[in-house]
C-alpha cells in the first residue's frame, strides 16, 4: 500500500490510537481500509491496533465485511486541539460567514462556540490573536426581503430523514412564484449560491432550485424512499445525457489562459477538473447557456468546447450577431 505523506505517517502510537478512536466515533461503521488509508499503513497494522483498543477496555464491535463501530453509548471525554487544528476550524468558520445562508452561518456559530469551550486557554489565546487577520472577501449581493435565504439548514435535515418539503418559489425563468412539492436528492454549491436537485412532483421531473429563491419552506411528515432516486454524484453524471437544466459542459483550455481563470471558474459552476501536457479541461454544471457562453466567448480560439452542443449552438449565433453588428 502506498504510503501517505501527512503527519499521521510520524506520529507515535498512542496518538495513532487516540486518533483512530476518533475516527470510529465519527461514523456508525468504519471499515479497516478507511483507517488504513488515512494513517498509511497495512490492515495487519489496523487490526492490531483495533485489538490493542478493545483490550486497553474500548467496547469495539466487529461486522464481517463491513468494518469496525463502537458500542452505543460510549464517547470519549472531550477532545483537544492542536493550534493548527484550531486555526483550520476558524477558516472554515470564516468561509461559512461567506458561502452559507443564514441558517448554516447561525448553526456553525454556535458549533464553534462549544469548539471554543473545550479548547485550552493558549490554543484560546492563539485564535483570538487569529481572527482579526483572516477575511474571506466575496461581493455579496443584496439581499431581497421577500427571500429569507435561510433554508439551507431545514433542507439539510429534509435530506437526512427523505422528508419531503413543501416549497413556495419563484422562478426565474417565468417570473413567477409557485408552490411545489418536492423529494430532496442533494445540495451543491454554484455560481455563487446554493442548488437543490431535487424531484418535483408537480413536474413529475427532477428540478434544479435555488435555495436563496425559496421565499417559504416546511417539512411535511410523509417520507419517500431514497432508493428511488439517483444520488447526487449519479444525476450530475447523468447530465450529459439530459437536455434539461442544468446543462453540464466540458472544455479545454491552454495552460496559458487557464492560469488567468483561476478564481473565475468556480463563478461559472466548475465541478471537475483535469490538468494534461497540453491543456486543462474543465466541466461546468450551469443553468445559463447563455451566461456561459459570454464569458467563454474572451477566450477565443484559446478555448475548445469538448462537449455541450447547446454551447457550440449558442456561440455560433454570437458570433453570426457580432459579425452582422461590426459589417
Not at 494513517?39 to 485489538?51: H, I, N, P, Q, W
Not at 427523505?162 to 451543491?188: D, M, W
Not at 424531484?199 to 416546511?218: A, T, V
Request: charged share 25%.
Amino acid at each position: 500500500m502506498k504510503k501517505l505523506t501527512n503527519h499521521f505517517t510520524t506520529m507515535n502510537r498512542i496518538d495513532r490510537l487516540t486518533a483512530i478512536l476518533i475516527q470510529l466515533q465519527s461514523k456508525k461503521v468504519v471499515k479497516a481500509a478507511e483507517i488504513a488509508e488515512r494513517f498509511g499503513m497495512s490492515l495487519r497494522t489496523v487490526y492490531r491496533d483495533v485489538k490493542a483498543l478493545q483490550e486497553a477496555g474500548v467496547p469495539i464491535g466487529a461486522e464481517a465485511g463491513t468494518g469496525y463501530y463502537i458500542v452505543e453509548g460510549y464517547h470519549l471525554p472531550p477532545v483537544m486541539f492542536s493550534q493548527e487544528e484550531a486555526a483550520a476550524l476558524l477558516t472554515g468558520e470564516k468561509l461559512m460567514e461567506q458561502f452559507s445562508d443564514h441558517s448554516g452561518q447561525k448553526q456553525f456559530s454556535n458549533a464553534m462556540h462549544k469548539i471554543r469551550a473545550v479548547l485550552r486557554g493558549s490554543e484560546k489565546d492563539f485564535l483570538e490573536s487569529l481572527e482579526e487577520n483572516i477575511a474571506i472577501l466575496k461581493p455579496i449581493p443584496p439581499q431581497q426581503e421577500e427571500f429569507p435565504n435561510r433554508f439551507l439548514t431545514d433542507v439539510q435535515q429534509a435530506l437526512g430523514g427523505q422528508k419531503v418539503l413543501r416549497l413556495e418559489y419563484f422562478s426565474h425563468h417565468s417570473a413567477e412564484t409557485n408552490q411545489r412539492e418536492v423529494e430532496p436528492i442533494g445540495v451543491f454549491y454554484s455560481g455563487n449560491r446554493w442548488h437543490l436537485i431535487a424531484y418535483c412532483r408537480l413536474r413529475k421531473d427532477y428540478r434544479d432550485f435555488r435555495i436563496d429563491r425559496i421565499k417559504k419552506l416546511s417539512a411535511t411528515t410523509t417520507v419517500f424512499k431514497k432508493s428511488q432516486h439517483p444520488s447526487l454524484q449519479e444525476y450530475l453524471k447523468q447530465q450529459d445525457k439530459n437536455p434539461e437544466r442544468p446543462h453540464l459542459i466540458k472544455v479545454r483550455f491552454s495552460h496559458h489562459i487557464a492560469r488567468y481563470i483561476s478564481e473565475q471558474k468556480y463563478y461559472y459552476g466548475l465541478i471537475a477538473e483535469t490538468r494534461e501536457q497540453d491543456y486543462i479541461e474543465m466541466s461546468f454544471l450551469t443553468g445559463h447557456i447563455e451566461y456561459f457562453a459570454r464569458w467563454s466567448l474572451m477566450f477565443g480560439n484559446e478555448m475548445l468546447i469538448v462537449e455541450s452542443d447547446a454551447l457550440r449552438q449558442q456561440m455560433k449565433e454570437m458570433i453570426a450577431q457580432l459579425h452582422a453588428h461590426y459589417l
